[in-house]
């Protein structure tokens, strides 16, 4: 079996395809996987390394192997670098993929719902519905405007005649008023009198009686 077959399983005809959550998880823990052989052989490179140094002058054929087995540790060292980019591109775009998957899903649901809102919807009876909407706006209207025009219970005048008759009534009393202010000016005033009126002529016969009495009466004393 190979290695992707042990890690994704086996994908024939029969078998059920790994959804991409399954597929990320055995991703991330392959890259652990990785990571750990990756820190293994770093440190098989440093003890090779003190090795080689150690025997660089007493055993060099020691030296040179531990020169070899340094080598063939970074190599793998590199192919596992390589290996981790790889896995996490994939792992990355399964993410995406599983993100884009959920998104179409959702939209999926939603256009769903939108259809069954519409499914007793007819275009024609929207058109038909608005157009009588517009219409009753119409009429309101209209019966706004004659209501709130002024009524003037079927009698029509012109309103510039009337104008001439209001002008023609003004200059009348206009006139009639002139007129009043001249007779006023011509009419003399009384004039006043320069002495006071006499006493009444019957004032003083009485008071000549009343004289006569007195002279009488003191006569027969």
Known sequence: MSLFAKMFGSGGKGGKAP????????????????????????????????????????????????????????KQLAQIDGTLSTIEFQREALENAN??????????????????????????????????????QEVAQEISDVISRPVGFGEDYDEDELMAELEELEQEELDVHLLEVEGTADIPLPSVPSSLPSRPAKKKVEEDEDDMADLAAWATQ
Do not use: W
């Open 99 to 136: 993100t884009n998957t959920e998104v179409l899903k959702n939209m999926g649901y939603a256009a769903k719902a939108m259809k069954a809102a519409h499914e007793n919807m007819d275009i024609d009876k929207v058109d038909d519905l608005m157009a009588d909407i517009t219409e009753q």
């Open 19 to 74: 959804t991409p959550q399954e597929a990320v998880q055995r991703l991330r823990e392959t890259e652990e996987m990785l990571a750990k052989k990756q820190d293994f052989l770093e440190k098989k490179i440093e003890q090779e390394l003190v090795t080689a140094k150690k025997n660089g002058t007493k055993n060099k054929r020691a030296a040179l192997q531990a020169l070899k087995r340094k080598k063939r540790y970074e």
